[in-house]
């Protein structure tokens, strides 16, 4: 209790009331992570359950729209009949998985390379560094592409969409490590040559302990800078290469295959199978990009010491 | 200081410490830097041992690789006649527990994400990891109070304290493992004259009780009459006078050593009069030939930038100075 | 008519929800080609002091109350504009660190030609010969060659003595300087004192030296005023504040000086430190760490009393000894 009350008055919070574009962006991340997290609670159908789908009902447009709306349907329903709210909860739901768990492995690699590679230095900071360079060299989307269209045409499309979730994750997590260990590399290079980690060698401590007791701690905060970056970013990939077909399967949607599949449908008018998912998208990822460029601004020591 | 029993507990002999150079898998060569050329120095037990100098006369580096922070390029150094430069960590550890070290920045030398009481225990839990959490807390404690800091500082981060409060922090954790020795590189140096005389007591303080040995780095020759026993006074990585404290205050021989203490400004007002040097402060990139000072020496003959001076004793002080030997200073 | 005359200065900086307040209304003056020296330690007020009279007060600080008179002027009033004519031509500044005024990516020849050329409409010629003159005022060898030198090629004390040089090239009429030789190793800073004490006497330019250092106070000014906590604690003559302080913090601090104890001796110590700017203790700031202190301290704030040429701002000013030099060496 007490350290919640020590929280509130800090001067973080202080300067986050202040900010309206933090505490609105950070209401609208809150509001759609929460809805995405208990969108089985939430949607009015279960747009996996082939039971409830009717194909009649397809393409109906948004319930205010008074030709044609559908009062059961709010935000209208897709090609295969799927009510469009239940469908975007789904969907992200696993934009929001798929982002949030490649980033958890983007970190993983990075951190532990970017800390090996600062804090060992030589041999092993030249080998990842020039690793770095060349998975740089290639776009994300390019690595991502050829790995996954690879797998699709080696192992069938059948077997793809049950895994696709996992190779995603994967493939997003791998593609961009180097962010993370370029990002620690050079904040464990300034700590290492601060006193208090010669101090812990002074006291007869491990090189290992010394990593992760000492210079670990202090690499975090630009780690979380950079993570909410990179989960909308990962998002973003996610959501481009399921636009081109080789992300999340149609029948378990995320909201970049719903917008693609939305898309040939667009000249014959329904227009909210796109539109719809792309606003979400896109307040998703302005508010995630806002919310971390005042969390950067926060906490840069050249504006803000402790 | 009172008691000089003369036993050596700290011998340097002919270190030497290079650093650059090399360039080897995909990066490109460095600078080569003498930041030590052949220094040998013997610290007795008991002694208040002090390295004075220049910015990059090495004085630090000295410091850091005594430590064993840097391996030093050549030469050995001695803890209690045994070599310990070359140990691997685990056959250090016996001789971590007794040689501690002191920090010029108390800023930066406090773990910023670790509570006060953390820090402490750290060490601790290292070398006696069967240590009970009870004995650890009281002997926190005892430690604490030793150095006139508060014991209930110990749920607090660093950042909540002032520069003198986190250097009696520093030194608390230096004292946890009950060292013989200390090394202590400006620990004054970034804190105001009023928090330099708590700090400086402190440390007097400390070597009273526990009977410590003192290497203590500092540019300020005024710390150095009150504080130190012995005085070595070091110029771009050669010690060029080595002496007992009274001594060189005194009758200061170097012509480097009366530079630096005629520059010391004085309270009453007697106005600047220092010793006039001529010329740049070479660097350890290029350091000159022959005697290292000679660049600068208004004694400097022909002789001095052909030959390099070895430390010679002259009674109670030895001095590394041609001009000196042929007592034209 | 003093030359400078710095009235009831406040500053202060609006921290988040908390204003915090650096200088509790400061008075001084100085003379024509006067040398006075501001002493406190960090957190004293020394250099806002400093960089308030020359409005360089860095964002949200700002002057809330007093004024800077200059020749007649209310300089703290002045726009942008206005204070250039000011700034850098009659109040020369000399920073801690040399790279503050230098460019890094320009000669030193022309740094100090166009800083000339602003300030005076003279050909590029006659820029250079000013400029090469006051390079080997302060007697920097071979000034015309020095002329075509980045600053990295030149060492901490010739930086130091090039910030001077171009610190004198408007011929001003005050130099700032704001711990010029904190950062210069002790034989160059002798030397760089020297230097400023000689050029400043020599020219009868005003120097306000701002700084930690009693010692390097001592030998070059000729009044000294000591801060604490924003306010001015002590003021007068240098000699009469060097061996008769009488505020008790300037006891403390000349009594804490190693040079001052017997070697060996335990040294005598002030307790505790200097407050932070938001906790400032009512009454006089001092009353925690001091010996005399009573209930009084703890209630009124001390004004500076005693004779014109040495005052003090201690309530019980007249209570405490007399004071003793415990001189060690001198």
Request: charged share 20%; glycine share 6%; hydrophobic share 40%.
């Amino acid at each position: 209790m007490n350290k919640l009350t020590a929280f509130l008055g800090s001067d973080f919070t202080y300067r986050f009331r202040k900010d309206k574009v933090a505490v609105v962006s950070f209401c609208i991340v809150v509001f759609l992570v929460l809805s995405a997290v208990f969108a089985p609670l939430i949607a009015p159908y279960d747009p996996y359950d082939l039971k409830s789908i009717d194909i009649m009902d397809s393409e109906l447009p948004p319930s205010w729209n008074e030709d044609e709306g559908d009062e059961r349907f709010l935000l209208g329903t897709d090609p295969q009949g799927r009510d469009m709210l239940s469908t975007i909860l789904y969907g992200m739901r696993i934009s929001l998985m798929i982002g949030f768990f490649a980033v958890l492995l983007q970190a993983l690699i990075g951190v532990s390379i970017g800390l090996l590679s600062g804090y060992v230095g030589g041999r092993v900071d030249a080998f990842f560094m020039r690793l770095a360079d060349i998975q740089l060299s290639l776009s994300t989307l390019m690595v991502a592409i050829i790995t996954l269209a690879v797998f699709q045409a080696a192992f069938g499309a059948a077997l793809y969409s049950e895994l696709a979730i996992f190779m995603l994750v994967l493939v997003i997590g791998i593609a961009e490590w180097p962010q993370y260990a370029r990002t620690v590399r050079a904040s464990v290079l300034a700590e290492k040559h601060k006193e208090y980690v010669d101090a812990a060698r002074v006291i007869g401590m491990s090189r290992s302990r010394i990593m992760l007791r000492h210079i670990l701690p202090n690499t975090l905060s630009p780690v979380l800078v950079i993570s909410t970056i990179q989960v909308a970013n990962a998002i973003i990939s996610e959501a481009a290469l399921s636009f081109l077909g080789l992300g999340m399967p149609v029948n378990k949607p995320s909201l970049g295959s719903l917008i693609s599949s939305g898309f040939e449908f667009i000249f014959s008018g329904s227009w909210w199978i796109t539109v719809i998912p792309s606003i979400v998208l896109i307040l998703l990822i302005l508010s995630i990009n806002m919310l971390g460029d005042w969390l950067r601004d926060v906490l840069n020591p050249k504006l803000y010491k402790d | 200081m009172t008691e000089n029993t003369k036993t050596p507990l700290v011998e340097i002999e002919n270190v030497e410490m290079r650093f650059g150079g090399g360039g080897g898998f995909l990066s490109s060569p460095q600078p080569v830097v003498k930041a030590l050329n052949d220094v040998s120095l013997t610290i007795e037990k008991g002694d208040a041992f002090c390295l004075v100098g220049e910015s990059g006369c090495g004085k630090s580096t000295l410091a850091r690789t005594v430590i064993g922070l840097n391996p030093p390029s050549a030469g050995q150094i001695k803890y209690n006649g045994n070599r310990i430069d070359n140990l691997n960590s685990r056959d250090r550890q016996p001789f971590t527990k007794k040689m501690q070290m002191i920090f010029q920045n108390p800023y930066a030398s406090l773990n910023p994400r670790m509570t006060v009481y953390q820090t402490l225990e750290e060490p601790l839990k290292i070398h006696y990891p069967a240590m009970s959490r009870a004995e650890i807390r009281s002997k926190v404690e005892e430690v604490m109070l030793s150095v006139g800091n508060d014991p209930t500082w110990g749920e607090r981060y660093p950042h909540e304290f002032s520069g003198g409060q986190r250097q009696r922090i520093s030194i608390a954790r230096a004292l946890m493992l009950d060292p013989e020795f200390i090394v202590a590189d400006e620990p004054i140096s970034a804190l105001d004259v009023s928090i330099q005389a708590q700090v400086l007591n402190v440390m007097m303080d400390a070597q009273k009780e526990r009977n410590l040995t003192y290497l203590f780095i500092t540019h300020d020759l005024s710390v150095v009459e009150h504080f130190g026993s012995r005085v070595a006074v070091m110029y771009l990585g050669r010690v060029c006078e080595l002496s007992h404290t009274n001594d060189l205050f005194k009758t200061p021989r170097h012509p480097y050593t009366q530079a630096l203490l005629s520059a010391i400004p004085k309270i009453d007002g007697s106005g600047v009069n220092p010793v006039k040097m001529s010329g740049e402060v070479p660097t350890a990139m290029d350091l000159p030939s022959g005697c290292v000072f000679h660049t600068r020496c208004p004694y400097a003959k022909e002789r001095c930038s052909r030959e390099i001076p070895a430390l010679q004793d002259n009674g109670d002080t030895k001095t590394a100075c041609f001009a000196v030997e042929e007592g034209r200073v | 008519m003093a030359l400078l005359d710095v009235k009831d200065l406040e500053v202060e900086f609006p921290l988040g929800r908390k204003t915090l307040k650096a200088l509790h209304g400061i008075s001084f003056s100085l003379n024509k080609g006067e040398r006075i020296g501001i002493v406190g330690e960090s957190g004293a007020g020394k250099s806002v002091a400093a960089f308030s009279i020359l409005n360089l007060l860095s964002k949200p600080g700002r002057i809330s109350a007093g004024e800077v008179i200059f020749e007649n002027q209310d300089i703290s009033k002045l726009n942008r504009d206005q204070m250039r004519h000011i700034r850098g031509n009659r109040i020369s500044m000399i920073f801690q660190d040399p790279m503050m005024t230098l460019n890094p990516v320009l000669t030193i020849g022309t740094q100090m030609t166009e800083c000339l050329k602003a300030h005076r409409a003279i050909s590029k010629e006659e820029a250079r010969q000013i400029s090469i003159s006051k390079l080997r005022d302060v007697m920097i060898p071979s000034p015309e060659n020095r002329m075509d030198s980045y600053p990295h090629e030149l060492s901490g004390g010739m930086r130091q003595r090039v910030v001077i040089a171009i610190a004198l090239l408007t011929d001003p009429s005050i130099i700032v300087a704001d711990e010029p030789t904190t950062a210069l190793d002790v034989t160059i800073q002798a030397e760089i004192m020297a230097l400023m004490l000689e050029l400043c006497a020599n020219n009868n330019v005003g120097l306000i030296l701002i700084t930690h250092d009693l010692a390097v106070v001592s030998q070059v000014t000729e009044r000294i005023i000591v801060m604490y906590a924003g306010r001015i604690v002590e003021e007068g003559q240098t000699q009469d504040v060097i061996t008769n302080p009488k505020h008790p913090y300037t006891r403390g601090l000349i009594k804490a000086l190693p040079q001052e104890n017997s070697p060996g001796a335990r040294l005598n110590q002030i307790r505790g430190s200097m407050p932070a700017l938001d906790a400032i203790p009512a009454g006089c700031s001092f009353n925690p760490r001091c010996d005399f202190a009573d209930e009084q301290c703890h209630k009124d704030i001390p004004q500076l009393t005693g004779p014109k040429t040495h005052t003090a701002a201690c309530i019980h000013i007249d209570r405490i000894p007399a004071f003793q030099s415990t001189g060690g060496l001198t």
